[in-house]
């Protein structure tokens, strides 16, 4: 038999949630109904520290429910944008008949009841997962701010006697300064949590559209609809208290939820390949929410431009034996960005004019992207000091010393910083491996590499970045560092071993990616043509939009003193300027009737479906929000977020 929480332990919640709805909060809370003064409670976090991290474990549903499973997938996309320099919370999902609720406890875990999974859920299958990404943004918001009065009242009211609990009950309602400091404290989780779940590509506005969320939660806990709770005092008041808070946070939800859009363009701009407009978007959108992630991309805007001057260097010298090495450093492939681009070799006679017309191109080239390589590197150190636990950016850190050729800061930064603080990893070995070959050894990172390629195909091994990118990384690297010691065979070789374990495992993208670097002439056309150019209901880009009136389906979106407007219709987000021209199109996955592409794509298909429908794209981005695939010809970028295609949209390259 399952343990529950039930009514005899759960006291000191119910006394809780009391306070917790006359606040109503997205927090712990229980069912209303009263409790004889002979119970006492049992479910209380035992005075010794050191037991109240087990007190409720008896209480965990099982992994493998679908509860479990669902809240585990939101939690763990919430959690990109974790920032803290202390370990990630867990997530609990607990069995409980006291109704829907959710708490941030102070042994670093988040408690979730079953119930609240399902009151998320009741709104439909795909808007209920952006509703309980926002419960969980709320809790992770208090955790991260270290605002666990939750579990602070838990302890202080629970370790009372039954007089004691009824005093302090009683004069809760007069005490107004402190209900007026929970209320900011709930306030601002209700604003940090939105800003969180925006930022891994969840939908802030099924937050606050259709039905108020906030009076449906209200009814759940209660087990009673607000339209007839006049019966109950207690109820009717919570119901109110519920709908006051709706009516006073939509205002800032959405003025929240408008900012948050300015991410999205960010990343869609990028997505395109157009560096300094989403460097813009993420600049303005960090003005206002700060933090590692926002840093990061935009360091990763800098650190994009820099590699593609890279690139045209490598063009301008190749062959050549009069320019220095940081010049003809090999091109690497950096764990950021899977490009299917495959590069030719173009004639010696062509690049020798080339060259001689551009000397001085070369050199503002190379000045160019030294600025923008410091700008990177100044953006990643500071993503270090806001959150010195997060692996990725000393990752992205180095790869920029790699790219500046610059070995000595390079491995300070891995061998004095990063292994020290986590030990090694596949992805750390990477980079310390092309570290050896800017410095000349390049047999050194051949053997490096080859053993790591081995190395990663154990299961077991934990890395930072995901599976298929590291063997994309170290097969790409290898294959580059065999080329430049002319050995095109062994290059071959080695494209032709992932296509052999890509087939295996599965993988669509790595094995059609595998085959184009060994024949890219054959491998090189896409698998179906559309029919139609991609739309989002029947709009693209540069098409005239109006809306006559104000509504609550639009919002105004200012940007750097210019007025843009966001259109909401149902599955679809549009963003106009103010002369009524769409700029940005996007369809998400918040509705079940959801639109498709060509009949081909639909919201929910698997993510392996737009490689065998659509081809290679071009490129694959992996960011905060989610991974994208961008493929130019179409201007279409699909979202994929836990193997599922989760939403796309349109673009235009620069």
Known sequence: MKNHLKDNEVQPIKLLMKVLLIL???????????????????????????????????????????????????????????????????????????????????????????????????????????????????????????????????????NRSQESQKKMMAGLDLDAEMLSQLQQKEAQADHDGLVLMSSVGFDAYQVINDKDFFTLWVESIWQQNCVDSQSDKSNYKACRQAQTRALRTQTQLETIAAQSMLYDLGVQQFVAGNYQQARDYFTVYGRDYPGRAIISAIGLTYFAQAQGIHKQLMELTSGAADYDDSIRAVDFYYPLILDADVRGTTSGSSLENKRADSTSLISRLQKQKSQLLDQSISQFEKAIRLAPEHRQSYLLLASAHILANNSYRVRGVLQGQYVKRFGSDPAVDMLLALTNAIEGKNEQSINDLDKLSETIENEDIASPLPGHIMRYSVTYNLAQLYHTIDRPAEAKKVWMELAKISQRKGDTLLFRLALTHIDPEKNSAQVKKLQRAPTVNGKRLGDSMSVSVKNDNSSDLWIDGERFQIVRDQNSRYVIQDDGTLISAWQSDSKIDVGNIDNSLSIGDTADRPFKTLGIPDRQLNMTSGEYLAYDDFGLAIRISNEKIKGWFLYETP
Not at 56 to 64: C, P, Q, T
Not at 72 to 88: G, K, M, T, Y
């Open 24 to 158: 109503f909060s997205a927090a712990i809370a229980g069912n209303g109904y009263a409790v004889a003064d002979s119970e006492m409670p049992s479910l209380v976090p035992p005075s010794d520290p050191k037991q109240s991290i087990t007190y409720w474990k008896r209480y965990a549903l099982d992994d493998s429910t679908d509860q479990v499973q669902r809240s585990q997938q939101i939690f763990s996309v919430l959690l990109r944008a974790w920032d803290q320099s202390r370990i990630e919370p867990g997530l609990y999902v607990v069995e409980s008949n006291v109704g829907a609720w959710a708490a941030s406890l102070a042994d670093g875990n988040i408690l979730l009841s079953k119930q609240a999974i399902d009151t998320c859920f009741s709104y439909g299958e795909q808007r209920g997962e952006h509703l309980l990404a926002f419960v969980l943004a709320h809790e992770l918001a208090h955790q991260r701010a270290d605002d666990l009065w939750h579990q602070r009242f838990f302890r202080m009211i629970g």
